[in-house]
Every structure is written in C-alpha cells, then in structure tokens.
C-alpha cells in the first residue's frame, strides 16, 4: 500500500508540474480530506470494540440468577461473552473484578442454561477446560447413534450387515478400531424386533460397551469372571472371543437383572457361561483362580448424561463418595479373584461409565497401592490418556496408560478403561489382617475352583488362659487341685464381665464335676463300712491329726444350736449347711478343736442320694496345699470346740444323715 501511494504521488508531481497553482492547491487539499476520513474511520472502529467490551453484571444481580426466568438467549450471549473474556483475560477483564465474579457468574448460567446444578457444572468446569465446556454441554444433549455387535458365533459382520440392508436398514462400521460393532442412522423396520435379532445374529449394544471387552482379550479355553454382567452384552462377547471354550462366570448383584442375562446369553448361543447371584465383594471367598476379571463398575452414570438426563440434578458430593467406596471395595475382590500364576492371563480390567476422576484414577491409584499390580497398554490407541495429576491430587506415573473417552470428540458415551497385570497372589502387610505378622499367601486349586487363605492363628489371650489352664489340670493332679483354688486375684475379678468359657474350660469342668460325685459315693461306702461305736473316738483323732480336706469346703454354714430332738431340725440344719459362700480360706485356716467320727463322716456324705452334686465344690474345687485328694464334701463345716455332737445335726440332711446321727447317739 505504501508503494502504491508513493507511486501516485510521484504521478501527481509530474502532473501537477504542468498545473497552475490553484489547481495544485486543490489536489493538496482532497489528499487531506481522504487522510482524515482514513483516521476517522479507524476511530470508529476502536470505539465500536471498546463498546462491545463485556461488563460483569454486579454481585448481588450474579446471586439472582436462577431465581428468576430469564430470556434464553439472553443467557446464551451473556455465556459467550464470558467465555471470550475469561479466553483472553488480561486483555478484556475489568480490572476492578476478580476472576472468581467471572467463574462464578458462568457456573450460574451454564447450569441455568442447560439445567444442571451448580455443584455438577462446578465439577463438568473442574474436568474441562473453558475452550471445550460447550461442546461437551451440546454433546450431552444429542442421543448417541444406536450401535449394535454382531454376534461371531452365529453369523459373520458381512452377512450380518447385508440382510439388514435389504431389511431397509441404513447402517455401517463403527471405525477402524472394531471388526463387530456397526453404527445404525435409521431403518424402517425396528432394530430390536427383526429375524435376525431374534435368531442372536446380533446385539443391541452401545460402543463404549465393547471397549473393555476388547482391553480384556480373553483367550480360549480360559477361566473369565464378569463381575457385574447384566444385561449380558459384554458376557456374549467374552464367549464369542472365547469360541464357546474355557468357562465364564456372568455375576451380578441384583437378581432381578440375572433374567435378562439369563435370556440374552441363551438367545446368542453361548454354552460356556454360568451365571451366579452374588455380593461381587464376597467373590473372592467364592470361587477364585481366574485367569481374567471384567470389572465395569457400578457408577454415577456422570459419562451417559444423554441416557439419563436426571444425572444433571440429582448427584451430589455423598453419591459421587459412596460410589467410590464401592468400586474400591470391588476392585480389590477382583484383583483378589485372579490368579497371578496363570500363564496365559492374570489380568484384571476396571471400566466405568463415568468421566469423574473420583470414580476412575482415584480408584486404579488406590489398588496400585494396596495390591502387587501395574497398569498394562489396554491397546485402545484412539482414546485420550488418564490423568496423572489433576488439580491438587497427584497419581502414580503409569496412569497415563488408563484411557479416557468423551462424547463430543469420540462420538460415544463417556467412558473409562483401566487394564491391570497381577503380579503376586500375596496381599501387602499394611493391607492384611490385623494382627497379621506376615503377608497372606492366596493359593488357588483349579480342580476345586476354590481359594484358600493360609492366614495365621491369632488367639486371644481369654483363649490361650483357657487352653493353659486345660492342659494344667490334664497334665498332675496337683495343678488340678490348684486351678480350682481361689486365689486373691480371682476375687478382685468376680463381678466384672466375664469372658466366654472355651470350649477346653467346659470340658475341664465337667471332669471336675466327676471327680467330686466320685468322692462323694466313695464317702458314703466308707460310712457304711465304719461302725459308729468305739471306733467314733479313734478315727476322730486320726481325723485331727491328718488335717482333713474337709476342711477346704466352699461353704461354711453357721454353728447350729445343741442337738435337736427329732430330725426335722436336723433337714433345716443340713440345709443351711448347702448354701455356698466363697470362704474357703477362712475355712480352710479355722482347725476344730475336737470333732468325732459320726460328724465327720456324715459330713462327708451329705447328699449322696442326689444325681447333680449339690456342693459348690463341685463348681469351684478347693484344697488346701497339704491335702492330696480333691476336696469332696460339700457341706462340710469346722465344728467349735465344746460342741462335740453339734456337726451331727447340721450335716444331717439326707435320710441316711438321720440314720448316722442316731447311730453316734
């Protein structure tokens, strides 16, 4: 442009040689003119682009947005005059407002504008950058195309894509990326209703449903694990890669879904499929040792908005959190279900159909710290990488070989696939059993299909009390004897709560209980035998001199009054005698003065006609450290001196007590 006015002036001067004045004069004068409307015009722009300048409305205006019905494409401007601002911020910001007044004001009408929450467009804002926000919102808003997978053990994609084109079918291949899976535009019959699909030719099945299928690789004659299967789309396409071999497990947690599951698998011809109803969590303690597990995990649904429109509204913070501690929970079970010795597998894919980074890296990043796995390509080239950071959080650096799709770049639902190499079936110390002194070795037995544990014993102290008391008394009688004496310790325990008795703790007083009923009977022999006469005396003395066990009885009844004259009050007397009270040590220390063989024996065999000892010895034997046979009598009481025949009457309490007393009479 320049040249071309200097030419043009050059041109003027050799014209304006030959001019008058005046004439040079006016040229001069409508170059000025066309100068000044140049500059002019140039002002004029300026003043229109600072004009056209977005102004940020003011606070308390941004606070009633939402509130109020507002013009649609009033809010649809306002948007993009943000967006251009928020684009290119040092140069169009007003400089009296922060940047947060222009995040916040574009939350409000994106979410007013495409009926989201606040607190779900807040995190769509976190998950992605400004210059994609509406594409992905636009993207949400348009059904994805139908797709269907062709069935490989009933028919071939070929034939398969031909008898529906003559149906009046309009379709064709998804992409390169997939030999099964076609994309349906329109057809004039239904797709869900047609002979072919109703011989199993195919499946009605969204594309992002056939990618982990593809990332897990199943290979014939293999054991696959499905642990969330219904409807049965990605089930029938294991068993078609499979060729009908090996053994797939189709599980699912609610039961009402296994019909479906059950219906699809038997429509598409897969005969190598059970299919089970349990907790995916428990799986581990089921049935183990696969070589490959398919996780897709239950999630938000953040990734089908266009399925699910109320994905918009209704999430919260507490769902997004119980969701993820679900898939945590699952993703270990499953890495637990796989064995790492498998020699043509021991992988593990994870897969979700949510965009969220709290349902995908956070859950990988957790198993790679708490199981002995790695990531693995998944062999899906086309999809974007998984975060390795995002915002404050921080994830392992293999992460970026998790893969990623999105609606408005793949044209499918949003989606996460994550592929896992198991590399040991021991689970880390950290992460074990508490209590645990070694890490836990999973051993899977193929021919049981089952998984055993071998984890260490961990017994409790009660328990090991229990088992070293038993094989006390098992091993001498003298440790028998003492495990039954009441020691001070015992005493400050009574009345705390008491622990569970073990099973050796029952077995070892049941023997007690033998024992005392054995003695007792031996007693009462021993009184028929003995007469009550002259041999009172002498065995009384004998008895004073040996310092019997008699002695070391549970109870102590009170001293009874002078002998009474009929036997009724020597009933009550021996009665009282039965009642227990922990005392053995003051009986034990209390030595009668003089004692005579009818108390003593009597005393002795104080119920030798009941069938169930009555004593409290036989509950809690006793013997003082120089007796040598277990104490047996159970109402055995000290008699004080002065009181020679007072024991008679009060150990009378059974017929043949009677009959004793009147014979020492």
């Not at 001293?559 to 034990?588: D, F, L, R, Y």
Request: proline fraction near 6%; hydrophobic fraction near 35%; charge should be positive.
């Amino acid at each position: 442009d320049e040249d071309e006015e200097d030419e043009e002036d050059e041109e003027d001067e050799d014209e304006e040689e030959g001019l008058l004045p005046v004439e040079r004069q006016a040229r001069e004068l409508r170059r000025q003119q066309k100068k000044e409307a140049e500059q002019a015009e140039a002002e004029m722009k300026m003043n229109v682009q600072d004009s056209e300048r977005f102004v940020l409305p003011s606070g308390q205006q941004i606070e009633k947005i939402g509130r109020q019905p507002e013009d649609l494409a009033v809010v649809n401007l306002r948007i993009k005059e943000n967006l251009q601002t928020l684009l290119k911020f040092k140069e169009l910001r007003d400089p009296t407002r922060p940047r947060a007044d222009y995040v916040t004001l574009l939350t409000k009408d994106l979410a007013f504008y495409y009926g989201y929450s606040e607190y779900m467009m807040a995190r769509m804002l976190e998950l992605f950058p400004l210059s994609e926000i509406t594409d992905v919102l636009e993207a949400n808003e348009v059904q994805r195309p139908v797709t269907i997978r062709t069935n490989t053990l009933r028919t071939r994609t070929r034939d398969l894509a031909q008898a529906l084109i003559n149906r009046g079918v309009n379709l064709e291949p998804i992409g390169d990326w997939t030999k099964v899976g076609l994309v349906v535009f329109d057809s004039s019959v239904p797709i869900g209703a047609t002979p072919e699909y109703l011989a199993g030719h195919y499946m009605l099945q969204s594309a992002s449903s056939l990618l982990p299928v593809m990332a897990l690789a199943p290979q014939p004659n293999e054991r696959v694990l499905d642990m969330a299967a219904a409807p049965g789309g990605k089930t029938t396409h294991i068993a078609s890669l499979m060729k009908n071999t090996g053994l797939v497990i189709a599980n699912d947690a609610n039961k009402v879904r296994t019909k479906s599951l059950v219906a699809n698998i038997h429509r598409l011809g897969a005969t190598n499929t059970v299919v089970c109803n349990y907790d995916g969590r428990e799986f581990p303690k089921v049935i183990g040792g696969f070589d490959r597990v398919l996780l897709d995990a239950p999630c938000s649904g953040s990734g089908v908005i266009a399925k699910d429109q109320s994905v918009k509204a209704n999430k919260t913070e507490a769902d997004f959190m119980r969701c993820s501690h679900l898939q945590r929970e699952l993703i270990l079970a499953a890495i637990d279900s796989v064995d790492a010795k498998s020699s043509t597998g021991g992988y593990i894919v994870y897969s979700t159909c949510s965009i969220m980074v709290d349902e995908n890296e956070s859950v990988v990043d957790y198993a790679l710290k708490r199981r002995h796995v790695k990531l693995v390509d998944a062999g899906l080239d086309f999809a974007k990488p998984g975060f390795a950071k995002f915002r404050e959080k921080r994830f392992h650096p293999s992460m970026t070989l998790t893969r990623r799709f999105y609606p408005h770049t793949h044209n499918m639902d949003g989606f996460f696939v994550a592929k896992f190499k198991k590399l040991s079936n021991k689970v880390p110390k950290s992460q074990g059993l508490e209590g645990l002194e070694q890490d836990e070795a999973v051993d899977f037995n193929d021919d049981e299909q089952v998984m055993e544990v071998d984890v260490p014993k961990k017994v409790s102290a009660a328990s090991a009390a229990g088992s070293a008391k038993a094989s006390a008394s098992a091993g001498s009688k003298r440790a028998h004897e003492d495990a039954g004496a009441p020691s001070k310790k015992q005493k400050e325990q009574k009345g705390a709560k008491k622990e569970s008795v073990a099973p050796e703790q029952k077995e070892e007083k049941g023997k007690k209980e033998k024992v005392g009923a054995a003695a007792v009977a031996g007693a009462g022999k021993e009184k028929e035998q003995k007469s009550a006469g002259a041999d009172g005396s002498a065995a009384a003395k004998k008895t004073k001199d040996n310092k019997p066990a008699a002695t070391a009885a549970a109870a102590v009844a009170p001293s009874t009054p002078a002998p009474a004259a009929n036997g009724k009050a020597a009933k009550s007397a021996g009665a009282a005698a039965v009642t227990p009270k922990p005392a053995q040590s003051a009986a034990a220390k209390e030595k009668p003065a003089s004692a005579s063989k009818p108390a003593a024996s009597t005393a002795a065999a104080a119920t030798p006609s009941t069938k169930k000892p009555t004593s409290a010895a036989s509950a809690t034997p006793a013997a003082t450290p120089s007796s040598k046979k277990p104490a047996s009598a159970a109402s055995a009481a000290p008699t004080p001196a002065g009181k020679k025949n007072g024991a008679v009457k009060s150990a009378a309490a059974t017929p043949s007590g009677e009959k004793s007393a009147k014979r020492a009479k």
